[in-house]
């Protein structure tokens, strides 16, 4: 079956990553689609949180880590010498297993990254870019009368909601889902759900997940990856109902993982 015309953001070539002497990543190739959910899926230490992290060179602050091959934003490699690691961070934001808010309150947190990006920026735009960042983040209607309260005192969902809402704030093409909702209960899961399909109409989506049932109710592209290698890759209906690999099915089957 042919695949859909998709514009992509990330083009992937040839990555093979190293732990030290341990090979992690395998001649990875890919297209990332861009206003799409693409969702990575495999078992327990596959790699996929490794290739997730890559996508904006997190893997940067562990210094035994090594990578070769490319990743280009926009035709520009983000491994370049000459790539500015802040902005290109900017544009490919992340969340993570655990939210993380700071120690600050909420209307802090989401202003934190306007303010570093530019100093001057008047307190009418930023109360404007945090109540459009909540807004986007289906959490203002929780939290717009205690937007001084300490972000510490919301809910596990809630925090997870405002770390989305931190990373909007400051515009990014492509947001990094790292298991966004290991942590949380089936109703504010539900929620990051809704929201990430949400999401997908302004921005292009990775999430990894352990959670089969998710990767299917909210991906359209899937990878699945195994032992490091990207086993198979294509739109989720093709991956889910007719994938080429046994291996895929065997795993989508819960026979192992
Ligand atoms: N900072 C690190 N230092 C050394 N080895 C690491 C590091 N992070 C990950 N690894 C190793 O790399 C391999 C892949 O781990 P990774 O977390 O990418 O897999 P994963 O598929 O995301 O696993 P999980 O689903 O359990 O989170 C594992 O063998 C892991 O132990």
Redesign the pocket.
Known sequence: MQEKENHSKITVSNVSTW??A?A?LKDINMKIRERAVTGFI??????????LRCLNRLNDL?N??RIEGEITLHGENIYSPDTDVVLMRRKIGMVFQQPNPFPMSIFDNVAFGPREHNRRINKKELEDIVEESLKKANLWNEVYLKLNDSALNLSGGQQQRLCIARVLAVMPEIILFD?PCSSLDPASTAKIEELMTELKNSYSVVV?T?NLGQAKRISDYIGF?LN?RLVEYGPAPEIINSPREKVTSDYLEGNFG
């Open positions: 732990y030290g341990q992690v495999g078992p327990s230490g596959c790699g996929k949180s490794t290739f562990v035994y880590f298991e990894v352990h990856f490091g």
